[in-house]
């Protein structure tokens, strides 16, 4: 009994061949309703968020699934998720404080006409 589970551990984890068909299908899935985003013409923020939305929904998959962080302990993930949120949020801050970054450059460094 010793011997198998020596055994199994020298062979690695094994993921059935579905698991990473169903992703690959999903993914298709994704990059087919990005590509419908631009068919459709849509414009706007509708079209940024729907873009940003598959984006990170394929990221998402490909990390958990093609790069077995589905399977890794907690503390690993956090150690990637943590940092890349808190980028997220300083993103989202810059974004929101860009358009009065934009009015106090026009108005101070604009010439004089």
């Known amino acids: 009994m010793a011997q198998a589970a020596a055994h199994s551990q ?7 061949i579905r698991l990473y068909l169903v992703v ?4 298709f899935i994704l990059s087919a ?6 068919y459709y013409q849509l414009e706007g923020i509708l079209r940024y ?4 939305l598959f984006m990170m929904l394929k990221a998402g998959l490909i990390v958990a ?10 503390s690993l993930v956090y150690a990637i ?12 801050i810059m974004v929101l ?16 006409i």
Do not use: N
């Open 10 to 16: 020298a062979k690695g984890q094994q993921h059935p």
């Open 97 to 112: 404080e860009s358009d009065y970054t934009l009015l106090s450059r026009l108005t101070f460094f604009a010439p004089d």
């Open 65 to 74: 699934v093609f790069m077995h962080m589905a399977w890794e302990r907690l």
């Open 49 to 52: 968020s729907l873009i940003l």
């Open 81 to 92: 998720l943590v940092p890349m949120s808190a980028v997220f949020v300083f993103v989202a």
């Open 24 to 27: 690959w299908a999903w993914l």
């Open 33 to 38: 309703c990005s590509y419908l985003v631009d």
